[in-house]
Every structure is written in structure tokens, then in C-alpha cells.
């Protein structure tokens, strides 16, 4: 029984090892072309990471230094009585009282979404009374409308 265990085993190895040959000269030799190729590719590969690496390193430490200095603002004494805005600038511009109080709203910081759900109108409600405060005022942006405001009196 041994024997034949011993037999059937030394066959059976002989068997896988013509096999693998077979497997081996198949890949091997008869694709020999795709593997070389498949091989100078990845080397060729490594070497331009390698290369792209080395000439992209920065050479040359850039330090920024950073200079804090204390800067006073003059503060203006605050008024006692509330601010009324310069009627007789508002009627020559012929800005009305919505377009105002939308100015006021914006010099706040609000946004046309913000403003339009603060006064009950819809978002483009509030950009008509925008565009046309703008062209009032001569602004081209909300920064230049507000500063144009408060230089005329319209605005605290």
C-alpha cells in the first residue's frame, strides 16, 4: 500500500512540475516582449517620479516674519440725541423712505435674503430698492452706496 501511495505521488508531482514548466515557457517565452516592455515601463516610471521629486524640492526656505504693532483709532464721542437723517439731502436725491430704511439695513451688514425676510418683501423686492438707491447715490457696490450715505448725512 505504501508502495503504491509512493508511486502514485512521485506521478502525480512529476505531473505539476510539466505542468508549471509548461505554464512557465507559455508566460515566459512566448510573452517575453510584454514582459521586458512591462518592465522598462515601470522603471521608466520610478525614475520620472523620482526625477519630477528632486527637481520640484524646494531649495530655498521662505520665513515670513510677522510684525504686530498696536494701532490707536480715534473714537468719536457718541451723541446724545439719536441720529435723524439730513431730509432735505434725501428729498434732492429723491431716495424714499423704503429705500432708506433698506440703505440702513445694509449698512448693518444684512444680506438681500436677511433684509427681504426682516421687512416681510420678497428677495427681489429688495433688489430693485437696491439698484435703484445705488443709481441714486452714484455706488456701483454696497461698500460705496453706504459710504455715499453717510457722507451725505443719510446714514449714522
Not at 510573452?31 to 527637481?55: D, K, N, Q
Amino acid at each position: 500500500m505504501k508502495r503504491h501511495v509512493l508511486i502514485y505521488g512521485l506521478a502525480g508531482g512529476v505531473l505539476i512540475a510539466t505542468l508549471q514548466y509548461t505554464q512557465y515557457r507559455f508566460v515566459v517565452i512566448e510573452h517575453s516582449v510584454e514582459l521586458y516592455t512591462a518592465l522598462v515601463a515601470i522603471l521608466f516610471a520610478a525614475f520620472g517620479i523620482w526625477l519630477g521629486l528632486r527637481i520640484t524640492r524646494r531649495r530655498e526656505i521662505i520665513r515670513e516674519t510677522v510684525v504686530v504693532r498696536e494701532v490707536l483709532v480715534p473714537v468719536e464721542a457718541p451723541s446724545l440725541e439719536p441720529f435723524a437723517p439730513n431730509v432735505a439731502q434725501q428729498q434732492t436725491l429723491g431716495i424714499t423712505a423704503r429705500e432708506l430704511e433698506i440703505l440702513n439695513l445694509i449698512a448693518r451688514g444684512l444680506s438681500n435674503r436677511e433684509i427681504a425676510e426682516q421687512l416681510f418683501v420678497s428677495e427681489s423686492t429688495v433688489k430693485t430698492h437696491c439698484a435703484r438707491a445705488f443709481d441714486k447715490l452714484g455706488a456701483a457696490r454696497r461698500t460705496q452706496a453706504v459710504q455715499r450715505g453717510k457722507e451725505l448725512g443719510l446714514l449714522p
